[in-house]
């Protein structure tokens, strides 16, 4: 019988939690907006963690500048990240760390316009026939 989850997925799920907590306490970067960790993808050989994140931007920042900013500090502190990771996680090789923008949250939003868009038509349209 298999096993219900593997061995990936969970060091992959140990990674998001240990990671959130590492970039809301240590990165002090005025360049980073508020970082969600919203999912890691870890390969089966545990050689990298894709980790995809949603970014906020903070006061004055629009989000489209700040997406890329943000994950070049990510990127940059990511050797800094890896090896915080490796004193709470114990394995043998630490993955190495590579940030994604996660935009399922940006297609969300926009899906939810589209619907909310489509029902207030059809109700203006059932108004005008009554």
């Known amino acids: 019988m298999a ?9 992959a799920d140990q990674i998001q939690r240990d990671l959130s907590m590492l970039i809301q306490r240590e990165i002090r970067d ?3 907006g508020m970082v969600t960790v919203s999912y890691v993808k870890v390969s089966k050989d545990l050689g990298y963690a894709d980790t995809y994140v949603t970014v ?58 589209l619907i909310e868009q489509a029902f207030q038509r059809e109700q203006k349209r059932s108004e005008s026939e009554e």
Not at 3 to 11: A, I, M, N, P
Not at 59 to 84: H, I, M, T, Y
Not at 97 to 105: A, I, M, T, W, Y
Request: net charge positive; hydrophobic share 35%.
């Open 3 to 11: 096993r219900e989850f593997k061995r990936t997925d969970r060091v």
């Open 56 to 113: 906020m931007p903070i006061g004055e920042q629009d989000e489209e500048s700040v997406v890329p900013q943000s994950l070049a500090v990510l990127n940059n502190a990511a050797g800094f990240l890896r090896k915080e990771l490796s004193r709470g996680i114990k394995l043998r090789v630490m993955p190495q760390l590579r940030f994604h923008f996660d935009e399922s949250v940006d297609r969300g939003r926009r899906l939810h316009s």
């Open 30 to 32: 005025p360049r980073l």
